[in-house]
């Protein structure tokens, strides 16, 4: 055993993970793309490590080409897997195997695609493991494979227990980023001492390569076309790729990093790879190819050097074993084992699931380790190259399912199980038994099967793949599922769940019916759906609920895998019967496209833009805009209709019209249901005031066609109905005014006839009562006179005319009008009480104060009961007089009380007040700068009403 050897690479291992760690730590953008980009560079396991420099050798340049092919499938991302990771934003794929699944549909994709690819990783994994045993033969100068197999099954099974127990595949990526980390390093120092302690420098370097035929050697690309394709298509359908751009929760800025962050660190890796090959060759290394990277330090006694190139391989080789493991288990879980479980009767399924997956990744890994004892290549090149070629079948499936909407189900399954079944005849089987030939009878002929011609087998099972597929897409059918979910998984294509209305309409119901098919979980599945959406447990609109069962969803594809999920969402909501003329949920098609809009490019940009104006625009219309599908859920709430409603766009949209409140609900319920296209003047107490509105809608006769919307157009026309009654207002009070023209003319006449009359009673007569009556006479034909003058002010349009303005004593105004009040039929009705100070005196009118006084004693009088009292209070402040008038009668209601002042409004019954009082009042009060305010319920009571005069005391008063 080289102790120094294995003291220096356990040491560097767990610096270079503490060193990560401190990195990752910081939590910065820089930070976590270094260790997404190195985490990258080992997602392949040793192929950058040994099997490179293996390939340098064997292929020459076409080295390069091959893993810069492998790394294009970042480059072309946008085209390949950002549509898959649009995709999984909205429904989460948990593997490569749930999107075939989710789009040929079947549970016969499932398994088929499954099986391929654990075939597929065997290889992959056989690498890992003989890296390790090099690198332990090394250590302990020995070989020690049952050891060594033994440990490798049981570290890979701890990292397997802590990553699918926590959930969580950071600490596997920061495994991963190490062991990049480290072969960075190793790669560059070991190239570098290698030059020095070979050649001596570059010069001689260059030298040796031109006169040795190196220079010639590595320019040989006879095998590049191959090594590109099916390093290109191997990169498509690599599982770890696949997990780190759809699956885990990478942001799109780290996901747009990859396709130039991948390639670049790939190329700077096989710069070392050459000096490196030809540095052994130089010193005519017994060592493999495939193990220079340690071999060529301990050759030069570098033992610190050689420990880095261990502890490279030994972390990438344990890392990417996890996470191979991880990943084809959870494809066995979710394929094989799930579908047929009865998640009801389990209980506590999570722990379940967890403990089967464990499970299936110990024993996928056991099953590795064992089959590994039996394999006769030795070779980490070959190896890679048989287990990328088995990947590349995959990846007709995969972009046919983005880009060819006519591949079906039967297409996919003949073309995988024809190119798999090549692949293992040509390939795979000769890495355990050997290669071998086939003599072919008739022409005589020969075929070599196994590594000699593995360029020619691998083409040409990936071109039978290709054949197959086509052939049976041709002709053979799809149902109309398929069709369905293969328009969903185009490339320009952004999924939109279908608008359905649920048969549930709470969030309970919904729980309820998930409970029946997923027993205790579903009560864990719509809490944090309710948590992830931010969301109510009395959440009831159409939109959510669908929020929430979409939401569910995805969260079981991720636990369940997408046959298990679409097994128990199918019982627990029932899709329609057809799903391809089904409408999409513009509630999720808005939050996606401003979410991702900016991501849009070309003419999808700008027909986005175009949106968002036309969006903007009738969200600014000062006429409210409300869309209707055929349930009545609301699918555009602009900003003037939720003005008109005090009820937000958040609140409204999804939400269905029976949730409005009212007396919305029951207005815009009922037009949508008659066959009017339009209704004037609907009238609306909203907040206690009168408001009017036109409604219109786009059609007058049922929705028939479930992709049919109803557009509401609803106006209000307050002002105008305010105005067009003024207008009629102001008509009338023309028409009275001309009607009291005439009667005060009709009036002066015989009055001023009676006046004569009087005046020559006082010259001819000197009997005392004589001249009494005719004084009382001359009195109040005078103040009819003042009476017709202001008849033909009001006949005018004019305000009251006050010639000469007196001191007029309030309180001798209060005690007349409440005599003339008692004179009246309903003199017992009400007691008056006047509190008025005798020497509270206004500038005034007496008459016009009278004939105030009257009016607003008049209504108490009419509003009260029978022997209650009105009282009549005056105080004094700030130079102003205030009287209030207190009644404990009826009061007035809240919607007259901002109209009280306008003509023609009156709360009493037909054919009992004119509604011409209290406008009289107003004009008579602001004639004379006074204010006045009514205030009902009454001051300091729960009944009644307050009116409230306030006039300005004379100067020398104040």
């Known amino acids: 055993m080289n102790s120094q050897l294995a003291i220096y690479t356990i040491a560097i291992i767990i610096l270079g993970y503490i060193l990560l760690r401190v990195i990752a730590s910081w939590n910065t953008k820089g930070s976590e793309n270094i260790i997404l980009t190195l985490a990258l560079l080992a997602s392949s396991g040793v192929l950058m490590a040994m099997g490179s420099i293996e390939m340098a050798g064997r292929y020459g340049y076409s080295m390069i080409i091959a893993l810069f092919a492998f790394s294009l499938v970042f480059v072309i991302a946008p085209l390949v897997l950002f549509p898959i990771r649009r995709l999984s934003n909205v429904i989460r794929l948990a593997t490569s195997v749930d999107f075939l699944t989710f789009r040929y549909r079947g549970r016969k994709v499932a398994i088929a695609a499954t099986i391929a690819t654990i075939l597929a990783i065997v290889p992959l994994i056989f690498a890992q493991l003989l890296a390790v045993s090099s690198v332990i033969n090394i250590i302990f100068n020995s070989d020690m494979q049952i050891i060594t197999l033994v440990t490798m099954l049981g570290v890979v099974g701890l990292i397997c227990h802590y990553t699918i127990k926590s959930g969580a595949q950071s600490n596997l990526r920061l495994i991963l980023a190490t062991a990049g980390a480290l072969l960075l390093v190793a790669l560059a120092i070991s190239a570098w001492i290698s030059i020095g302690n070979s050649f001596g420098g570059l010069e001689a370097t260059d030298s040796w390569v031109i006169l040795s035929g190196q220079q010639e050697t590595i320019k040989r690309l006879d095998t590049s076309y191959s090594l590109f394709i099916i390093f290109l298509a191997a990169g498509l359908s690599f599982p770890t790729n696949f997990n780190v751009l759809v699956t885990e929760t990478i942001t799109d800025r780290q996901a747009s990093m990859t396709s130039w962050a991948y390639p670049l660190i790939i190329l700077l890796a096989c710069i070392p790879l050459y000096p490196m090959l030809w540095s052994g060759l130089n010193l005519e290394s017994s060592s493999s190819f495939q193990e220079y990277l340690f071999a060529l330090p301990i050759m030069m006694n570098q033992p610190v050097v050689a420990s880095l190139s261990l502890a490279s391989i030994l972390l990438l080789s344990i890392a990417v074993c996890s996470s191979l493991t991880i990943l084809g288990s959870r494809m066995i879980l979710n394929s094989m084992i799930l579908p047929d479980k009865n998640l009801t009767q389990q209980i506590n399924l999570s722990y379940w699931i967890t403990r089967t997956h464990l499970a299936l990744a110990v024993g996928l890994m056991l099953f590795f380790v064992t089959l590994s004892l039996s394999i006769k290549s030795r070779s980490i090149i070959d190896l890679y190259l048989v287990g990328f070629s088995g990947l590349a079948q995959l990846t007709p499936g995969l972009i046919a399912a983005m880009y060819l909407p006519k591949a079906n189900r039967k297409g996919f399954i003949a073309g995988l199980i024809g190119g798999m079944f090549l692949w293992l005849i040509s390939l ?39 054949t197959l597929c086509t052939l049976f897409s041709i002709f053979t059918k799809m149902d109309e599922k398929e069709n369905t979910y293969a328009s969903i998984c185009m490339a320009d294509n952004v999924y939109i769940p279908i608008r359905v209305e649920l048969g549930q309409k709470t969030v309970e119901e919904l729980t309820q019916k998930l409970f029946f098919v997923l027993g205790e979980d579903a009560n864990i599945e719509v809490k944090n759906a309710l948590e992830t959406l931010g969301f109510d447990a009395d959440e009831a609109r159409p939109a959510a609920l669908r929020q929430i069962r979409d939401t569910i969803n995805a969260s079981l594809n991720m636990r369940l895998g997408v046959l298990t999920t679409e097994n128990v969402m199918s019982e627990a909501f029932p899709p329609p019967k057809s799903l391809s003329n089904q409408p999409e949920d513009l509630f999720v098609l808005e939050s996606v496209l401003a979410v991702h809009g900016n991501q849009l490019t070309g003419i999808a940009s700008e027909l986005n833009k175009l949106r968002v104006h036309h969006r903007e625009i009738l969200d600014k219309l000062p006429i409210g805009i409300v869309s209707l599908d055929q349930n009545g859920e609301i699918l555009k709430w602009n900003e003037a209709i939720s003005e008109y409603t005090n009820l937000d766009n958040s609140s409204a949209f999804g939400s269905s019209i029976a949730d409005l409140p009212e007396p919305w609900n029951k207005e815009i319920t009922g037009f949508v249901a008659s066959d009017d296209i339009i209704r004037d003047n609907v009238s609306m107490e909203l907040n206690g005031k009168r408001r009017w509105f036109t409604f219109q809608k786009s059609t007058g006769v049922p929705i028939d066609d479930i992709n049919d919307e109803v557009i509401l157009l609803i106006e209000e026309k307050t002002e105008s109905v305010l105005l067009i009654q003024k207008s009629i207002n102001n008509e009338r009070l023309a028409s009275v005014g001309r009607l009291a023209a005439g009667v005060a003319h009709e009036i002066g006449n015989p009055v001023t006839g009676i006046a ?118 005056a105080t004094e402040a700030d130079g102003k007089i205030r009287i209030t008038i207190n009644d404990s009668g009826t009061g007035i209601t809240q919607s007259l009380q901002s109209q009280l002042f306008e003509p023609f409004v009156t709360s009493k019954d037909p054919g009992k007040g004119t509604g011409l009082g209290l406008w009289v009042v107003f004009n008579l009060v602001k004639g004379l700068d006074g204010d006045i305010t009514i205030n009902s319920p009454a001051e300091n009571n729960t009944c009644g009403t307050t009116v409230a005069l306030t006039f300005n005391k004379p100067e020398n008063q104040a």
């Not at 050997?434 to 990936?462: N, R, T, Y």
């Not at 006179?785 to 033909?792: G, Y």
Request: proline share 2%; aromatic share 8%.
């Open 428 to 466: 795979a089987l000769p890495l355990i038994f050997g290669d071998w030939e086939w003599q072919i009878p008739i022409i005589g002929k020969s075929l070599l099967f196994g590594m000699q011609a593995w360029e020619v087998w691998a083409i040409e099972a990936l071109l039978l793949n290709i």
């Open 756 to 873: 004569c009359l009087a005046q020559n009673l006082e010259h001819e007569s000197d009997s005392k009562q004589v001249l009494e009556t005719a004084e009382h006479i001359l009195s109040q034909t005078s103040r009819i006179n003042r009476i017709v003058e202001s008849l033909i002010n009001f006949s005018r349009g004019e305000k009251s005319i006050i010639k000469n303005l007196q001191r007029v004593n309030l309180h001798e105004v209060a005690e007349e009008t409440i005599q003339l009040l008692t004179l009246g039929d309903n003199a017992s009705q009400v007691q008056f009480k006047a509190n008025i100070p005798s020497d509270f005196e206004i500038l005034g009118d007496y008459h016009q104060l009278i004939q105030v006084f009257l009016n607003l004693l008049s209504n108490s009088r009419d509003a009260s009961t029978a022997d209650s009292e009105v009282t009549i209070l």
